[in-house]
């Protein structure tokens, strides 16, 4: 399927360079091979098992044989933790072909903005910020799959610099992943992530450590059932990752551990002082939000004719 968008050549590339080739860059290479967007995927890694896997799997073509295979690419997906970029752009930046595209995965967008405003200069209006919020908490090129984007939002944050003609382009491409776009502001990206997914993710790891660190740890985790379960599935994600992401997005991500913190401290004061019809009140109000979300969920999961 070739994807024509408003007056534009149709969407095909001739050969994508992955940067990162794990969960996310594997399975948005995978995804538009399914779709047949691209004649050839190149890799670009640190890690060279990582990379034999991803060509073993399908997942890439070609293993890049240097930073300098990047100027043959007409699109470039980032898909690094967001820690390397400031080390990875300014290397593929003199390399970035003269018409080619650029998109990032990364997690958080005010740090990734400010690495590409130091280091991209020309190639800057096409570079095209992005974040999938589709993940798991595996990580490698092994657990790269296909359908990873379909149905998941990707949210797009285009600065003032970015060429409307590449973010078309860019937009049309997530889109054949099966993905749904959305466009929003930087800083409100990363506000709106810190709440619903850096805190989370916080919580989990802090969670996990809180019952594992303690004598009685195998005896306590023997009795876990689906709520203790559900509630620390995330602390198995990837720690390189969920660093960068935790100290890209600091400032934000203290505020709202901070408010968090507070509305924690009010439920121990209830807990305390007995007070049940507090506690009941507060119970009520987030199972109604909840209820709400899993229909909301639901509704967008339901495919539309
Ligand atoms: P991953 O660990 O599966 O893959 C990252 C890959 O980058 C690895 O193969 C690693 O070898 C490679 N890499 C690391 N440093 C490198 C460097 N300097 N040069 C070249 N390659 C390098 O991680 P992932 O889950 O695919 O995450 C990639 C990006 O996507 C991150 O920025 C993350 O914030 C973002 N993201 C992740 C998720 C998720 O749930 N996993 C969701 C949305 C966005």
Redesign the pocket.
């Known amino acids: 399927m070739t994807v024509d968008t408003a007056g534009a050549a149709p969407l095909r590339f001739r050969r994508i360079g992955i ?9 948005f290479a995978l995804a538009l091979k399914t779709v047949k967007a691209v004649d050839t995927v190149v890799g ?4 060279r098992a ?1 990379l034999d896997v991803a060509r073993r799997m399908g997942v890439i073509d070609e293993i890049a044989n240097g930073w300098d295979d990047i100027d043959g690419c007409d699109l470039i997906l980032l ?4 820690g ?1 970029l400031p ?2 752009m300014p290397v593929i930046a003199p390399r970035i072909a003269r018409d080619a595209l650029v998109t ?5 967008k005010r740090d990734v903005v400010a690495y590409a405003r130091a280091a991209f200069g020309k190639a800057l209006p096409r570079f095209v910020p992005a ?11 092994a ?1 790269a799959r296909p359908n990873l984007f379909a149905g998941r939002p990707v949210v797009l944050t285009p600065i003032e610099e970015t060429d409307a003609f590449a973010f078309k382009r860019v937009r049309a491409t997530w889109q054949l992943t099966g993905a749904k776009t959305m466009r929003m502001d930087v800083a409100m990206h990363d506000m709106a992530l810190a709440a619903t997914s850096h805190l989370p993710h916080v919580l989990a790891f802090a969670m996990m450590n809180e019952i594992a660190q303690r004598p009685e740890a195998e005896a306590m985790l023997a009795l876990t059932g689906g709520g203790f379960r559900d509630f620390t599935r995330i602390a198995a ?2 720690p ?2 969920w660093r ?2 935790c100290l890209s997005n600091r400032d934000t991500l203290c505020a709202e551990i901070d408010a968090f913190s507070a509305r924690l401290a009010r439920f121990r004061q209830w807990i305390a002082t007995g007070d049940g019809p507090a506690l009941e009140r507060e119970f009520e109000a987030a199972r109604v939000a909840r209820e709400a979300l899993t229909i909301a969920l639901d509704a967008s999961a339901r495919p539309r004719d």
Request: no cysteine; charged share 15%; glycine share 18%.
């Open positions: 940067v990162g080739v794990g969960l996310i860059g594997g399975s670009f890694g640190r890690s990582n898909a690094v933790p967001v390397q080390e990875v990032d995965a990364g997690s958080t974040h999938p919020i589709a993940g798991a908490e595996k990580s490698g090129a657990a994600s990837n390189e990752m960068d992401i």
